[in-house]
């Protein structure tokens, strides 16, 4: 008999440890409504800046960077998390 294996499996190791309420995984479809909502708030800033003329243009740069990236990167995931959970469509 082998002995129980002590570290991770490989693949385990590697994935996201996004959690949700108790220690539980956020679902696939929160992740997407959460990326949705920081990829519109990213627009927002961008329409503030164009229409508005004394938006603060110092600070709008980088939160539009940081909003977008964390939108894109999370919907992305939720995206492969409900494919890889056989929840996300025709296979």
């Known amino acids: 008999m082998a002995a129980p294996r002590t570290t991770p499996h490989p693949r385990r190791a590697l994935r996201p440890r996004a959690?949700?309420?108790?220690?539980?995984?956020?679902?696939?479809?929160?992740?997407?409504?959460?990326?949705?909502?920081?990829?519109?708030?990213?627009?927002?800033?961008?329409a503030f800046d164009l229409f508005w003329p004394g938006a603060p243009t110092g600070v709008t740069g980088p939160l539009v960077m940081l909003t977008y990236t964390l939108g894109q990167g999370l919907i992305a995931l939720g995206v492969v998390r409900a494919i890889s959970s056989g929840r996300g469509g025709t296979r």
Not at 23 to 45: C, E, K, M, N, Q
Request: hydrophobic fraction near 45%; aromatic fraction near 8%.
């Open 19 to 46: 959690r949700g309420h108790r220690g539980r995984r956020l679902p696939g479809g929160a992740l997407i409504a959460v990326g949705g909502a920081f990829f519109l708030t990213s627009d927002s800033i961008l």
